[in-house]
């Protein structure tokens, strides 16, 4: 059935624009079906490992590991620090299904076959999902090594490329505050330095010109990457509870001459997946049967501020904490 996406207004006439909602997956049933013979089964929580996030998967215990070579309809990462598996264990009480490395727009893929994998993890009842990726600091305050949890997105030229994607509008927000409250208190728990920030997304593959970081940091952006987005946009519509975190690896100063080298910034996030990996961990405890964010215990969204937090500042970090 189509759905209305969004009125636009040309001179007086408010046009309604329409565009067919995301197609239902017929290959989904043979994915799901091809993973159960390896021995997946129900998972509460799914978790996507970015560019140099890969060692996080240490974290998981009893592993069963699967190539996205050999999944049907799966499809394949082809970039540098992003190993390809999908991989199914625990992390704690928890069960979790996690993407060891991603695909991304600049590979070729198109926006539905960037959802695929969440409708997979859908498929075996994924109701929260916890994104890494490897962001560029416009925020003069980050270092290299820097986490930050994502607050908001941005995608300034994200919808012509992302397509159905953003076809949601229903304005309700992208990442969930109860999980980022969550990551708050377990950063301070745990001594973590955590920023949160806002999140531009860009296509790449190329990194962003001066140009472009002056236009992003004028909008507010702490950060940019080139994935995460679309994703996040798919958990929303498949009605997953999201949260995301960046590692800063480069800082963008804007200064005439400025690059960055694609082998520093695998280096920069691997030096930091193992604070990340224990954010993760915690996250997921803080939100499993026990956890305090479960549905059974009482509700604390309240905690740091309104449903995004529009209002609240939009910088902040873990109090007491210092950088490792
Ligand atoms: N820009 C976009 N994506 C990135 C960057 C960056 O500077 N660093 C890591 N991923």
Known sequence: MDSLLHATVEGDEAIVLKRRAMPRYESLDETG??????????ARFGMILGTGFGACVRAVEKKTVVPYGS?????????????GNLVFGALGDASVIVMQGRIHLYEGYD???????????????????LLTNAAGGLNPRYVPGDLMAVRQHIHPIGDKLMGDLTSDTTGEPCYDASLRDSLHEFSIQKNLF?????????????????????????????AVTMSTVPEALTARRLGMRTAAVSCISN?????????????????????????CADLLTGLVGADGPN??????????????????RADGPDRSVTPGASRS
């Open 33 to 42: 079906d091809f993973l159960d013979t390896q021995g997946f089964a129900p």
């Open 71 to 83: 999944i049907p309809h799966f499809p394949v990462s082809t970039v540098e620090g992003h190993e």
């Open 111 to 129: 926006a539905r076959q960037i959802a695929y994998p969440l409708e997979v993890m859908r498929r075996f009842g994924v109701e929260v999902l």
């Open 194 to 222: 955590v920023q949160q920030g806002i999140l531009a997304w860009m296509p790449g593959p190329s990194f962003e010109t001066r140009a472009e970081i002056a236009l992003l940091k004028s909008l507010g952006a702490d």
């Open 251 to 275: 800082v963008w100063t804007g200064l005439a001459g400025e690059t960055v080298d694609p082998d520093d910034v695998v280096s920069t996030v691997e030096s930091a997946a193992d604070r």
């Open 291 to 308: 956890g305090p964010d479960h549905a059974d215990a009482p509700d604390h969204a309240g905690g740091l501020g309104g449903p995004d």
